[in-house]
Each structure stands twice: as C-alpha cells, then as structure tokens.
C-alpha cells in the first residue's frame, strides 16, 4: 500500500469545503467528507482517475459533488506515495497548465 501525504494546500481546501458545506448541509457535508476520504484510501491501493491538467499530476473525480481531487505519484524506496496537491471545486476556473488561483 501506498502513503499517503496531504500538501497544506490540498488540507486547507478540504477543510474548507467541509466548513463552508456543513453549517448549510450537514448531512451532505458528511457525505462528501466520507466520500473524500473513501476516495484517497482507494489511491493507495489502485491509483485511478484521469490525467491531471497538470503535467505528472492525476484526477479523481468525487461522485455526486462537483469536486475533484488532483494528486500525484511519487516514487520511494518503500514503493511509493500518492502526494494530495488539491481539493479543487468544479466550477473554479482552472486552465490547463496551471493550478486555480485563490479566489477563481
């Protein structure tokens, strides 16, 4: 199994969505908290998604919310390390090339 490593960015962003989320949507707030954590346990047994937007970066695309989380594979010498670098919403203009500025 792979480590997993959460940039600050990647925690920021992911705290955030739940904290924004929560007092509106309780419910939903812990179902994408579930849903998110679901997904990065999965990274570390079969890396999946799409090729990220950013050169040597992948995809996974939360089900049911309009979230993404973008990651990368790093190599180790105990086989590996999925790196978090983002908890990006959809609708946030995110170009190729380049990752969202805050407030996009």
């Known amino acids: 199994m792979r480590e997993i490593v959460w940039s600050d960015e990647a925690r920021r962003e992911y705290l955030g969505a739940l904290r924004y989320l929560a007092p509106r949507n309780p419910v939903a707030a812990l179902r994408l908290r579930d849903l998110i954590d ?13 090729r990220g937007r ?3 970066t992948f995809e996974k695309i939360i089900p ?13 010498k105990a086989g590996g390390r999925i790196v978090i670098l983002g908890v ?3 609708s946030r203009d995110w170009m190729e090339g380049r990752w969202p ?4």
């Open 38 to 50: 679901s997904a990065v346990t999965d990274l570390a047994e079969r890396p999946g998604g799409r």
């Open 88 to 90: 990006i919403h959809t």
């Open 54 to 56: 950013i050169d040597g």
């Open 101 to 104: 500025e805050a407030g996009d």
């Open 64 to 76: 049911k919310f309009p979230y993404i989380v973008a990651y990368a594979l790093r190599a180790t």
